[in-house]
């Protein structure tokens, strides 16, 4: 009945907001040809998550600055666990469509969708009710549940990680959004843009044994980078991570960082959870390796509260 | 009743229910809801007899009606409901096409010693011993296994070849499904039983259902009181033979013009083939000829196929790319017990009522349920095992309680399963990558839905698991996600008898909601 609930509201919510954009300056949104960048790193903060990301692209261009007309997009946001969109183990479903939504504006031939999963993956698929936003917006949704579907690849450079095996679509698809959902995590201390891979690859077995931080920022070198990573920090899991015992577990930030350097988004994203960032090891690795940096104050931010 | 339309009634009503059985067993993408499966399965006989005598309640009668059933028309459960005998008329009719000489079958006499010995030997090793012998020799539990162990991974292949190729245009609506087999052990009984049957279908009809199935048997000996008969009209029976040649029971004595009603399965071929009309079905009329019993002698062929095969090795059923940290764990794992799957109650008690007939096995949406090999010991072999080498029981998930048709495993609530205690984690820290590698991994308690496994300070930046065993359930997720090799650094040790866990409680975080980016 919650569940229920919650999902009226929050479908209510996202149709009044994206009704007040289309009515207000949304249109703008498209006319505007998609110029350079001018921001490294757009927060937003105080919106439904498909407002917030409406605002938030807008500001970096709109989706056409990522997404070219014909394009194959993969979206992967995180879907690994059988638990209700409330508890905030999954990526905000709402903003999975929103995004795909987008995509298919800018000109996307195909949007696809798919996490490897940790809980059962026909459960976390229904539940994480993702499955069904995605579908409503018209995207694939893809099974990443056997080995089959993973094809190994080479990351020169990797520390520990120097082999890996990726999802078909990773390969086959133009444009990769990475949407991590922010939380906890117990043994790293937070997940966010770049454990958020650990569900594109077939063998996180290995990553646990062979140096996890490591493991995670040595995938980073590969060339498969994402070209936009959207954090969604609307509920965000503060402790219990990264699968949650209750909504206890919960605080609502009402947030969402949009950003094209993956290791800069970390490093907000620790902050918002209030971590040291040194202590989520792969945050500094990644930077030493060059992955991106750690370093806001280099950046161009450009931060809106709605 | 002389009509032809009987025969008519039967090929439907049992290819019905046999498509019924099929798609039960054959359904990998769980969309059968369990309530239907319940009907499929109520009127087994030997699952509802179990459920009856461990409930003790009429919502578990369905062998009573069986029963009654039988009185009135004979054994026509064995023709109309059993999975594993409609699956012989398939056989058989395969058989016939291949080579007519199998569809030319004749009266043979029945080994009745045999017979009665294997229902007798059956009810009282049951009563004294135990389950074992009606696990092996339950026809609904054998077919059960069939499907499980080869109708099924045939399907998955079919499935995945037909995945591979819509793959290929970009459509996804058929996923790949990994199929993993048994250990090879396990094949053994199955594999006899089905070269067994099989054989015995292909070529002489129903004469395993009337030698070896102590359902058959049982039914077969109350049929002899039975009201509806198939009956000769010896004023116009020409004595052609064409009826004992189609009875694939082989138990139409034409000259003597007699049936014996022990072993007619109610098939009512002999009706149709009759050109003389001569035979009907009906209620039987006094001064009915008794079927006499023969002395003859007995061939003891089949009582040899019943022993097992001498295989001896066991299959590796773990992933192919299972993850290698660079040290092996050295610590072996000391499971006292092994997992039996909630809703069992107690190791004794499951293992008493359950028949194998691995329905929860195909049901199971993880695959975390294997047919045993000797964690019951050897008797309990094929009865279902959690197997958290291979996978995990997913907390929201009650399916393998809802489908036990036995009873074996009862039906649980979703809040009380979470909270049903099957096993405890135990944590070696020997094998723990955190200790013997010096890095990070929480692969375990990442996994555990209860944060029974959960992580606490350890050397520097780095934290080690710990388990607070009184809100463990003992799904598995922990040993299952555990990177180490040979031996886990945590595993769950069975709870011979099932425990309540402790609800995990839970304080409200004390961070706040942001009000500025700390940025």
């Known amino acids: 009945m919650k569940r229920r609930d919650f999902l009226k509201k929050s479908a209510g919510a996202g149709i009044v907001a994206g009704a007040a954009i289309s009515f207000g300056g949304y249109d703008k949104l498209w006319a505007s040809t998609p110029a350079a960048n001018k921001y490294d790193m757009v927060a937003i903060m105080g919106g439904e998550p498909d407002a917030m990301f409406d605002l938030g692209i807008m500001e ?32 905000n479903p709402l903003l999975v469509k929103r995004i795909i939504k987008h ?10 969708v798919f996490d490897h999963t940790c809980d059962n993956w026909v459960n976390c698929y229904k539940n994480s009710g993702i499955e069904k936003a995605a579908k409503s917006a018209g995207a694939k949704v893809v099974p990443a549940n056997s080995e089959n579907y993973f094809h190994s690849i080479d990351i020169p450079g990797g520390v520990k990680l120097q ?136 950046l161009n931010i450009k931060k809106i509260k709605m | 009743m002389r009509s032809h339309s009987l025969r008519t009634i039967r090929i439907i009503f049992s290819a019905l229910v046999f498509i019924g059985f099929f798609l039960v067993f054959a359904d990998f993408r769980y969309l059968i809801p369990t309530k239907y499966i319940n009907v499929l399965l109520y009127l087994q006989f030997v699952p509802s007899a179990i459920k009856f005598y461990a409930l003790g309640t009429m919502a578990a009668g369905g062998f009573i009606i069986v029963l009654v059933l039988t009185v009135l028309t004979g054994r026509t459960y064995c023709s109309f409901l059993c999975p594993l005998g409609i699956g012989q008329d398939i056989f058989s009719r395969i058989g016939g096409r291949f080579k007519k000489k199998f569809r030319r079958y004749g009266y043979r006499r029945p080994f009745t010693i045999l017979r009665y010995s294997i229902l007798a030997l059956t009810l009282i090793f049951t009563m004294t011993w135990g389950i074992y012998v009606v696990t092996l020799l339950d026809p609904y539990s054998i077919f059960g296994r069939f499907m499980t162990y080869f109708s099924k991974p045939l399907i998955i292949w079919i499935n995945n070849f037909l995945a591979g190729i819509l793959g290929k245009f970009d459509i996804y609506t058929l996923s790949n499904i990994q199929v993993k087999g048994f250990p090879l052990v396990v094949y053994s009984i199955p594999v006899a039983f089905f070269i067994l049957v099989g054989i015995l279908s292909f070529t002489k009809g129903r ?27 010896e004023s116009s029976c020409t004595k052609c033979g064409r009826c004992a040649v189609r009875c694939k029971a082989s138990c139409i004595d034409f000259l003597k013009t007699d ?202 930046n780095l934290v080690i698991p710990e388990v607070t065993e009184d809100i463990c359930i003992g799904c598995g997720h922990c040993e299952y996600a555990c990177p180490t090799v040979p031996y886990k650094a945590i595993f769950v040790d069975g709870n011979p008898v099932h425990q309540v866990a402790k609800k995990p409680e839970n304080e409200k975080a004390d961070v706040k909601t942001p009000v500025d980016f700390p940025f």
């Open chain 2, 207 to 233: 004469l395993y259902c009337n030698t070896v199935c102590p359902v058959g048997t049982l039914l077969g000996l109350i049929s002899k009181v039975s009201l509806f008969r198939i009956r000769f009209d």
């Open chain 1, 60 to 91: 970096l261009g709109g989706m056409g600055t990522f997404v070219k007309k014909g394009q194959k997009v993969l979206i992967k946001p995180n879907i690994g666990w059988d638990v209700i969109p409330e508890l905030g183990a999954n990526t």
């Open chain 2, 259 to 460: 049936v014996d009603v022990s072993r007619c399965v109610d098939c009512f071929n002999c009706i149709n083939t009759c050109p003389e009309n001569a035979l009907s079905y009906g209620i039987v009329r006094i001064g009915n000829k008794e079927h006499k019993t023969d002395e003859g002698r007995r061939k003891m062929v089949i009582g040899s196929a019943l022993m097992l095969l001498g295989m001896s090795t066991v299959s590796k059923a773990q992933e192919k790319a299972a993850p290698k940290p660079k040290k092996p764990s050295t610590v072996k794992e000391n499971k006292t017990s092994p997992v039996c799957p909630p809703g069992g109650i107690s190791m004794e008690q499951f293992t008493r009522v359950c028949t194998a007939c691995s329905l929860c096995i195909n049901a199971c949406p993880n695959g975390v349920l294997q047919p045993s090999l000797r964690e019951y010991g050897l008797s309990g072999m094929m009865q279902p095992v959690m197997n958290y080498h291979r996978s995990f029981c997913t907390y929201n998930c009650t399916v393998c309680t809802e489908v036990c048709p036995t009873n074996a495993l009862q039906p649980l609530l979703l809040e009380a399963k979470k909270l049903t205690q099957i096993g405890k984690a135990h944590f070696i820290k020997d094998n723990c990558i955190v200790k013997t590698e010096k890095t990070n991994c929480g692969a375990c308690s990442e996994s555990c839905p209860t944060k029974a496994v959960h992580m606490i300070p350890y050397e520097g």
């Open chain 1, 103 to 112: 995509c298919f504006d800018a000109g996307a031939k195909e949007v696809y």
């Open chain 1, 163 to 298: 082999k890996a095996k990726v999802h078909e679509l990773l390969l086959e698809t133009d444009v990769f959004i990475n949407v991590p959902v922010l939380k906890n995590h117990n043994s790293t201390r937070m997940t966010c843009c770049l454990k958020n891979n650990m569900g594109v690859v077939w063998d996180r077995g290995y990553w646990h044994s062979n140096d996890l931080n490591q493991c995670i920022a040595d995938y980073a070198l590969y060339e498969r980078k994402p070209a936009l990573n959207i954090i969604d920090a609307y509920n965000v899991m503060v402790k219990h991570g990264p699968q949650g015992v209750s909504k206890e577990d919960i605080v609502p930030m009402k947030s969402q960082i949009l950003t094209t350097d993956w290791v800069a988004g970390d490093t907000a994203a620790a902050k918002m959870l209030g971590v040291e960032v040194d202590k989520v090891e792969y945050i500094p690795i990644a930077h030493k390796m060059g992955l991106g940096t750690m370093n806001l104050e280099s």
